[in-house]
């Protein structure tokens, strides 16, 4: 008994002074001086956009990131793609590479004298410095988390239940959609959480290809850090707070949305 | 439904699942695709079913070749040993499945479906999810989906293979009736040859990815091609140069035509049958089965000397050279 009151004790310590405390002192130094600062921090016209394109980003590399996650995960775990376990070692490198290389790479393949970055500027599209960058580098940072929440799933239930459907005349399309997304919902729901909460907070990548152009391409992790360096901390608090609300959002949006359809 | 599977070879990998097998299965009977683990019983099922492409050879259904035409039209209903079941449909769901994907219509689908579940006993459960059944309900459910399509082919594979005894026993003799209910060709894989031997009209014995045999039950009993027919089918025990089973052999004594000495090592009192393991002149051991009164009778002891022989008429096969085994072998 005595033991096993030491072990939560201490690991829920080490969750309050790693985890907790950190996150209740920004809400506390946020709303130290009350609501009206952080209202006028957050209402900025750089602020406001700032919010504005990190929500966009994220809207846009999401839906990418779960339609290439569902199809890269049934390749994979269905042994269907020629060289799958490359193709599955490939998949962890957003995990393994830091984000700062991220953009470097991204930087150099779509900057002046890169392979597709002049390319693109001779037909008229700029890459760097402006949306599509940051589209780019969001989604490669969030690209494996689709693909490992499914593969493990995809392997626990077998192709038993494809099989069934496929006997009872359904086809490949339909068994698809009626049975192994069905299975795959938890998976999925768990997916998207983890990949709209690392494209919100994506900092690293998106500061290289982006530019940081004030009320252009400043996302709201950007402005944080802007506003941190220049000794602005109520301006930092408010921003960073903000960041954090619109994550813990969208976990309690899908937690909401996948209870809704459990029966 | 026919059946005629010609030449069919699957490998995996290295490991070769079915060797250049050839078989003919006939409409309307019930068939048990019997044999060891690892035979290539399942991978020929599947090859029937469509949920495998042999390497080589042709599977006709109805004299139809089949071969390239995938599974989900070959008008076949299949159930699986893990029951397949969709978790996130009702039992009404899952069995009325086939007939939504085949967009017949409403009133029409219900009919069947209740009707259907009705035949398996599940109609108070229809609103239950699968993860709230027992493994035979879950089973019952499983064949009730795959009979909604109307198959002219149901394939079952190790179909009671995870349910414990006395279930297995029940849905055994159900699947029986319902066979003979539903008028469809049925094949079910097993390698239980009891279950075989009392549920088929027709036994298909697999080993080593090739067919040992194919008859009736009693015809494979008693007229066994080879020593492994014969020794996978009940109890053996070689004696001589001869497989013979156990309960088949004679104990004199005193010597006469075709018997050999042997010297008793032990004597098992079994309930009503008794078991007498013999040492011939060769070393080996033979075991004999007799009634209880009848070893009574002889007055067996360990250390006697007594003369042996299969008694006539008893099915014999060769004993396979050399004697890998000159215990009992089989169940």
């Known amino acids: 008994m005595g033991s096993r009151l030491l072990l939560r004790t201490g690991a829920l310590g080490y969750l309050a002074v790693l985890l907790l405390g950190p996150v209740v002192m920004i809400a506390y130094r946020t709303f130290e001086h009350g609501v009206a600062p952080v209202w006028s921090a957050l209402s900025t016209p ?199 609300l619109i994550s813990m959002f969208v976990v309690a949006a899908m937690t909401v949305l996948s209870r809704r359809k459990e029966h | 439904m026919s059946i005629d599977v010609m030449g069919v070879t699957k490998r995996f990998g290295e490991f070769a699942a079915l060797r250049d097998v050839s078989v003919s299965i006939d409409r309307g009977k019930l068939t048990a695709l019997l044999g060891p683990s690892g035979g290539g019983k399942s991978t020929l099922l599947r090859i029937i079913a469509g949920l495998e492409t042999p390497d080589s050879g042709r599977v006709y259904i109805d004299g139809r070749d089949m071969t390239e035409v995938p599974a989900r039209r070959r008008g076949i209903g299949f159930v699986f040993q893990h029951y397949a079941a969709f978790p996130h449909m009702t039992v009404w769901e899952n069995v009325a499945f086939g007939l939504r994907v085949s967009r017949a219509d409403k009133p029409t689908t219900k009919r069947r479906v209740d009707e259907l579940l009705d035949l398996v006993h599940l109609a108070g459960l ?125 104990v004199l004594a005193d010597p006469s035509a075709g018997t050999h000495e042997a010297m008793i090592e032990r004597v098992l009192g079994l309930g009503f049958h008794s078991r007498i393991d013999a040492v011939l002149a060769d070393g080996s051991t033979v075991t004999v089965q007799l009634t209880r009164a009848h070893a009574q009778q002889l007055e067996l002891r360990v250390g006697d000397i007594v003369f042996l022989r299969q008694m006539p008429g008893t099915t014999v096969t060769p004993a396979p050279i050399p004697a890998s085994d000159d215990q009992v072998v089989g169940r």
């Open chain 1, 46 to 244: 750089t602020a406001e956009h700032a919010i504005y394109l990190s929500v966009l980003v994220t809207l846009i590399s999401l839906p990418l990131n779960v339609v290439f996650g569902l199809v890269a995960g049934v390749a994979i775990a269905r042994r269907r793609m020629p060289a799958g376990r490359s193709v599955n070692l490939l998949v962890n490198l957003p995990f393994a590479m830091s984000p700062v290389v991220i953009g470097l790479a991204l930087f150099t393949l779509y900057g002046r004298g890169g392979w597709l970055g002049d390319w693109l500027s001779g037909h008229g599209i700029q890459v760097l410095f402006a949306l599509p960058s940051l589209v780019l580098a969001t989604t490669f940072v969030s690209l494996p988390f689709v693909v490992r929440e499914v593969v493990p799933v995809l392997e626990e239930i077998g192709t038993d239940q494809e099989q069934a459907a496929a006997t009872l005349g359904a086809s490949a399309w339909t068994t698809f959609w009626r049975i192994t997304l069905p299975a795959l919902r938890w998976a999925l729901a768990y997916g998207v959480v983890l990949t709209a909460a690392r494209a919100l907070g994506e900092f690293g990548a998106v500061s290289i290809v982006s530019g940081n152009i004030v009320g252009q391409t400043q996302t709201l992790p950007l402005l944080v850090e802007e506003r941190f360096r220049n000794f602005d901390a109520v301006g930092a608090y408010s921003a960073g707070f903000a960041l954090a």
């Open chain 2, 126 to 250: 229809s609103r239950r999810y699968p993860s709230e059944l027992s493994g035979g309900q879950r089973q019952r459910m499983a064949l009730a989906r795959a009979l909604a399509v109307e198959p002219r082919l149901l394939l079952l594979d190790e179909p009671f293979g995870a349910l414990d005894v006395k279930v297995r026993e029940e849905l055994r003799a159900w699947l029986r009736q319902l066979h003979e209910q539903v008028n469809a060709t049925t094949v079910f894989v097993t390698h239980d040859q009891e279950e075989a031997m009392e549920l088929a009209d027709q036994v298909v014995l697999i080993n080593a990815g090739q067919v040992e045999q194919v008859g009736p039950p009693e015809q494979l009993y008693d007229n066994p091609a080879n020593a492994f027919v014969m020794s996978f089918l009940g109890a053996t025990t070689r004696l001589g140069d001869v497989l013979v089973r156990p309960h088949d052999i004679e």
